[in-house]
């Protein structure tokens, strides 16, 4: 159902606090969005959560809209910063862990037992995958090629590459949990993936 017939009555609404205002630009942008946040991002569920962030703040920002403005170029800018925000963070929490000192090289063993136990573990879950999952998986996490370059090499649209790396990164997280080293699959997700 229609509720607004352009953004500028729907802008206005939406400064009124107007929660069908919000849904109406949800509904026009939320697609194009996310296609906007994956050109910067490859984790899915992180284009997700900041795309639901950026339309929570420009609710939670409803009273500066300017109905008379784009508020689509908002979303977007919101969208954008979130993305700078996000890696901003990422770099500085690298750059945290390159600082701290090794202090004895026995945690430097303890390191590569921990991550060799990860790789063992990390390489029987995705022995339990379809050829062609882990076949993206590879190609987008070993070989850093983009959905669009897999789609290409692999003659598959870009929604089943997609498909396929949310699938096999939700099967990793649950397989990784049952063996209780969720925490140990997050830190190597944000830093190494």
């Known amino acids: 159902m229609q509720y607004y017939k352009n953004d500028s009555e729907a802008a206005q609404a939406l ?7 919000l849904e109406y630009f949800y509904h026009a942008y939320q697609k194009t969005l996310l296609l906007f946040l994956r050109s910067y991002c490859r984790d ?3 284009v997700e959560e900041m795309s639901q962030e950026a339309f929570i703040q420009l609710w939670e920002n409803k009273h500066k809209v ?3 403005q784009n508020v689509k170029n908002l979303l ?7 993305v700078i ?7 500085n929490q690298a ?4 600082l701290q000192p090794v202090e004895n090289a026995g ?7 921990i991550l060799a136990d990860y790789n063992r573990l990390l390489s029987n879950a995705l022995l339990q995958l379809p050829a062609r999952s882990r076949e993206v998986y590879a190609l987008s996490r070993t070989t850093q090629l983009s959905n669009v370059e897999i789609s290409n090499q692999l003659n598959i649209s870009v929604k089943t590459v997609e498909k396929n790396i ?8 649950s397989f990784l949990k049952n063996q209780q080293i969720l925490l140990l699959f997050v830190f190597f997700y944000q830093y190494f993936f």
Do not use: C, W, Y
Request: charge should be positive.
């Open 95 to 98: 750059r945290i862990i390159k």
């Open 166 to 173: 949310t699938k096999t990164l939700h099967f990793l997280r």
């Open 107 to 113: 945690n430097f063993t303890l390191d590569q037992v």
């Open 44 to 46: 899915e569920m992180l």
């Open 15 to 21: 400064k009124d606090g107007n929660m069908r205002a």
């Open 85 to 91: 925000d996000q890696t901003r963070q990422i770099r």
């Open 76 to 82: 977007f800018t919101i969208a954008k910063n979130k």
């Open 66 to 68: 300017n109905p008379e």
